[in-house]
């Protein structure tokens, strides 16, 4: 409820030589007051000092009744209403009043915290008394019974808030402690808002502050962290507490399916806060370098959904024709030296053949898939034509991406053997055979993030004829293997 920081110095040592007083007796409503500070104007801090009078000497607020919802009160304050304007900057400034005898001829009356949205010239202050009450309360130190005592009513507190059936992201921002929002925050919002429910994205992005934003996303973080893999209503127990050097809390905390996270609790300003949270909210800056390192290579590698790819690799042909024949036939082929099909023997003899390959991907619109391969073993030549799709799947530091292609291929084969007399058609050794057809081949393209153009590609292909299929024969070389490494250029 008290918008003060209040600052130790090294050895009792203050930078300053002297300071602003506070006065001893508020001023009735209508007396003047100053308004002073730094208020931005464009890009630069401008000194301001506006004046105003005192509207009401001992204003109490409305509390918000969803962040609030554990204040016993319905109200909080009070402050001091003046119209004295106390724009963006200065906030945390003095509320000053004319006073004889002081090196400045001013005391403070106040410290400048908030400003009425919907009413003009309405703004308030924490009033001089309260502040030296709470300096008072915070310098002085409790007992550690006390200290204990105020954490188990504030665990109790912060439980049951956890157990409330909706989003508990806002109650837990009430318990988070500054050092725990400055030193998550940045970690915090590139989860919140890489991996949050769009409603709760939007939610913390429409909040005005900034540094509530910050603190909005670690409470997410933490919410999502004590959750789990269950979106239940959030049980927690309280397991055996217990005190740390620097005079922090270990406080672990018991969940379903035998969760346990170990919380730290700090005294803050004389209230107890949440401090971390596991190894998820612990201020390790080495988890934004990781996130950082995360994103560039996600950023870089879909640098490369529309890519052109060169490849080249292995191709093992099954049941590989070499272009030898025996003596009973049926296979049309074409002849070019004749320009006419030769029926060649029916039965050719066949060999398993390894080969090469050369092929072209060119990728579009991350699913669209083309591809044109270069095909050759021994005595054979193909070219293959295709498209298809290709379905990116990133895996964390490697994407898997299957796809399937289907076009028409060109095959020329060599033939040393005599083919004689067959149909009307003699021909001795004829030199050259070709082969049109149909293709469909599916596989898998991969490739490790970290070096983002490099590929591997897998596949199997099946070779096919309609047209001999109608007429009842059998397509030579009609399945084989290729294994590739490819390098992919983004376009």
Request: charged fraction near 20%; proline fraction near 5%; glycine fraction near 8%.
């Amino acid at each position: 409820d008290i918008d003060i920081a209040i600052l130790s110095f090294a050895d009792g040592t203050k930078p300053f030589k002297s300071g602003l007083p506070f006065i001893k007796t508020m001023p009735e409503e209508g007396s003047d007051v100053f308004a002073a500070g730094f208020p931005g104007l464009g890009t630069e801090q401008i000194w301001q000092f506006s004046k105003g009078i005192i509207s009401n000497a001992s204003m109490r607020l409305p509390r918000d009744p969803v962040t609030d919802a554990d204040k016993s009160d319905a109200k909080f304050g009070p402050f001091v209403q003046h119209s004295s304007p106390v724009d963006p900057g200065n906030s945390g400034g003095p509320l000053l009043v004319q006073q004889a005898g002081t090196p400045t001829g001013y005391a403070v009356a106040g410290i400048n915290t908030l400003s009425a949205r919907h009413r003009s010239a309405t703004f308030f202050s924490i009033p001089a008394d309260r502040a030296i009450a709470y300096i008072n309360e915070a310098v002085k130190p409790k007992s550690e019974i006390a200290n204990r005592s105020n954490l188990d009513m504030r665990l109790d507190k912060f439980v049951k808030r956890l157990a409330e059936p909706k989003a508990v992201y806002a109650a837990i921002a009430d318990y988070l402690s500054n050092a725990c929002t400055a030193s998550n925050g940045e970690y915090a919002m590139m989860e919140t808002f890489s991996r949050a429910p769009r409603t709760v994205q939007d939610a913390i992005d429409a909040v005005p502050d900034p540094v509530d934003t910050m603190k909005y996303s670690v409470a997410w973080l933490v919410e999502d962290s004590f959750r789990g893999k269950t979106s239940d209503t959030l049980r927690a127990t309280l397991g055996d507490i217990s005190k740390n050097f620097d005079g922090s809390y270990n406080v672990p905390l018991k969940f379903s399916e035998d969760r346990v996270i170990v919380t730290t609790w700090v005294l803050e300003f004389g209230m107890w806060k949440l401090d971390k949270a596991g190894d998820f909210v612990s201020g390790d800056k080495t988890l934004v370098e990781k996130k950082e390192k995360e994103q560039k290579q996600k950023n870089t590698s879909h640098k490369y959904d529309d890519y052109i790819m060169v490849s080249f690799g292995y191709v093992n042909i099954f049941d590989h024709w070499a272009g030898a024949t025996s003596d009973s036939g049926g296979y049309d082929l074409y002849d070019p030296d004749t320009l006419s099909t030769i029926s060649t023997p029916k039965n050719p003899i066949k060999e398993n053949g390894p080969g090469g390959v050369l092929s072209i991907f060119v990728a579009q619109n991350k699913y669209f898939l083309s591809n044109i391969s270069l095909g050759f073993a021994k005595k054979y030549w193909q070219i293959d034509g295709s498209v298809g799709f290709s379905v990116p799947i990133d895996i964390k530091v490697v994407t898997l991406a299957p796809f399937a292609v289907a076009g028409l291929n060109f095959s020329i084969y060599t033939n040393d053997y005599a083919v004689s007399e067959i149909g009307n058609n003699s021909r001795t050794n004829p030199t050259r055979m070709l082969q049109l057809g149909e293709m469909v081949q599916g596989g898998f393209m991969f490739k490790v993030n970290k070096v983002p153009g490099l590929y591997f590609i897998t596949a199997y292909q099946y070779n096919f004829s309609l047209a001999g299929m109608i007429n009842k024969t059998v397509a030579l070389d009609s399945q084989m293997v290729k294994i590739n490494i490819g390098y992919a250029f983004p376009l």
